[in-house]
């Protein structure tokens, strides 16, 4: 009798989580997991040509509802090419909190620095337009009561300044609708 082994290899790669199916009026809070570690085991042959790029970890989300989800992640929803087996993945369980997306108007708040010209004052300070639409994670929408801009100086002024400025937020979760 003659028993011949196969000769594997493994290999460790940092696979990239795709989400998909989110449903629309949810939002992803809190820590987002953008990588996985994914060992993969085949032939040395495979093992050396395996391109990277063609590894991912999918989540489904259809159907997905508010609060947090708890994810097993499966060799099953790690896409690999063909002859490549998941051996192990970390980590396997993903925890993710989702939020119903809400909207709402608040006020622009112009940042003015500098000093206008001697015997001047800032009589007042406007935005046009007054007001922005923010959308967001629902918990984070309630908490926000402003945008700010960027800084505008009125070092030296003597007469009206106006400039357009940026509009920006503190909280990176939130975003600006309609421009």
Known sequence: FLIAGKQTAERGLAVPVELRNVPR???????????????????????????????L?????AGAKEGEKIVQLAPGMIHVPHGYRV???TPSLLTLNLECTERKSIPVRPRVIGRPAPGYEVAA??????????????????EIESAFTEPLSV????????????????????RLEGG
């Open 25 to 55: 009026d949810l939002e992803l809070t809190g820590d987002a997991v953008n990588t996985v570690d994914v060992r993969l085991r085949a032939s040395p042959g495979l093992i050396n040509s395996l391109d990277s790029g063609k590894v």
């Open 57 to 61: 970890a999918a989540i489904d989300l």
């Open 87 to 89: 051996v192990k993945i």
């Open 125 to 142: 300070v406007t935005s046009d337009p007054p007001e922005v639409r923010v959308a967001g994670p629902r918990s984070r929408v309630q």
């Open 155 to 174: 070092e030296g002024a003597s007469s009206l300044v106006t400039e357009p400025r940026g509009v920006g937020l503190e909280d990176p979760l939130l």
